[in-house]
């Protein structure tokens, strides 16, 4: 059923966005702070849970949305102000680089334990 793939995304959505809220509020932001990323592993890990069995048509759902939620993403991401938030510091940029040369540090210790029996 389609509408289990809608239901899950409108749910790590709101999940995630609130979670980016609060956020924000404890590090004394007004801004959600990493609120699509959250919703995004939200939707990774709960369409991925183990001992989980859908049904054919449910499957195809959460997999078609799972699918159209990095474009979702990524429109969310391009309404952020990312000039306002480089001209505020070098924080910023600073915090920006370090958690790419951290993904980038983690892509083969992820891909070596992916691939363990």
Same mark, same amino acid.
């Given at each position: 059923m389609p509408i289990l793939g809608?239901?899950?995304?409108?749910?790590?959505?709101?999940?995630?966005l609130f979670a980016g809220d609060l956020l924000g509020a404890a590090l004394g932001l007004e801004a959600n702070v990493?609120? #699509?990323?959250? !919703?995004?592993l939200l939707l990774i890990l709960l369409s991925n849970l183990p001992g989980r069995r859908l049904g054919p048509d449910s499957a195809a759902g959460v997999s078609f949305w799972s699918l159209m939620y990095i474009p979702?993403?990524?429109?969310m991401a391009a309404?952020?102000? #990312?000039?306002? !938030?480089v001209?505020?510091?070098v924080m910023a940029?600073?915090?920006?680089?370090?958690?790419v040369l951290a993904a980038f540090a983690l892509v083969p210790v992820l891909s070596r334990w992916s691939r363990r029996p």
């Open positions: 809608v239901a899950l995304l409108a749910a790590c959505t709101l999940v995630g990493g609120g #699509v990323g959250i !919703a995004m979702i993403i990524v429109a309404k952020q102000n #990312v000039l306002a !938030a001209s505020g510091g940029a600073v915090a920006g680089t370090l958690a």
